[in-house]
């Protein structure tokens, strides 16, 4: 009966290295979400993907971000040489369609040094 | 712009106890709104849900109310319980892209023995 599943859930990067977090989806929902909570803000939708395909990446920014769900395995948020602004928790949440309840995981906490 | 804020920021109260979080939004074309409880170091887990022709919707000791019109949310509590502590986030979403949850900063309440 596992959740969503995120690892790891604590990260800490030297600037310029890179960072990955990965998200395990519930059981049978097949819709990944990956959302952004900077220190005192409210959580910021990044991209929405379904398996091997990329619905919607308007959150994301414009460089060093890329997201994946491959056919198999977890979903993938890379980040490529971070920065200090990078700091923040990460989301990820699934759902079994695209307009159904968000069911999140217990975030990554990315630190950049 | 779509936004969503929060009403009050903190809010502390005695065990036992009822309250009322607020929750105003812009969003719009709207499509639905969710009450989230978010505890420290955890991601968010839905409370509720409504749609624009619902007003009020229950979960336990939590009561959601909705006026479409005005643009309003509120999330009642009843009789409060240590448990009860965490923040509380109001999430909207636009008809034409649902799934792009549109969070709220939350409302971190504290309850006291």
């Known amino acids: 009966n596992a959740g969503v599943m995120q690892n790891p859930r604590h990260l800490v990067r030297r600037r310029g290295q890179e960072a990955r977090l990965r998200c395990s989806p519930m059981k049978g929902h097949s819709h990944v979400y990956w959302y952004r909570q900077l220190p005192e803000e409210g959580l910021k939708f990044m991209v929405y993907?379904?398996?091997?395909?990329?619905?919607?990446e308007s959150g994301m920014p414009k460089e060093r971000f890329s997201a994946e769900f491959p056919k198999e395995g977890p979903s993938i948020l890379r980040i490529q040489q971070v920065v200090r602004g990078d700091s923040a928790a990460y989301f990820c949440?699934?759902?079994?369609?695209?307009?159904?309840?968000?069911?999140f995981g217990a975030g990554t906490r990315l630190s950049v040094l | 712009k779509n936004q969503v804020e929060q009403s009050p920021q903190s809010l502390i109260i005695l065990e036992g106890k009822n309250c009322t979080l607020q929750?105003?939004?812009?969003?719009?074309?709207?499509?639905?709104l969710r009450w989230y409880k978010q505890d420290t170091g955890r991601g968010p887990v839905s409370l509720t849900i409504?749609?624009?022709?619902?007003n009020t919707k229950s979960n336990g000791r939590y009561t959601a109310t909705l006026d479409a019109d005005t643009k309003q949310s509120s999330l009642h509590i009843t009789a409060s319980q240590l448990s009860d502590s965490a923040s509380y986030i109001c999430?909207?979403?636009?008809?034409?892209?649902?799934?792009?949850?549109?969070f709220g900063s939350g409302t971190r309440l504290l309850v006291r023995p």
């Open positions: 409504m749609t624009f022709s619902e």
């Open positions: 929750c105003n939004y812009t969003v719009s074309p709207f499509s639905n």
């Open positions: 993907l379904q398996k091997e395909n990329i619905i919607d």
């Open positions: 949440a699934s759902s079994a369609a695209g307009e159904g309840i968000q069911y």
């Open positions: 999430v909207v979403s636009r008809m034409d892209s649902s799934y792009k949850l549109i």
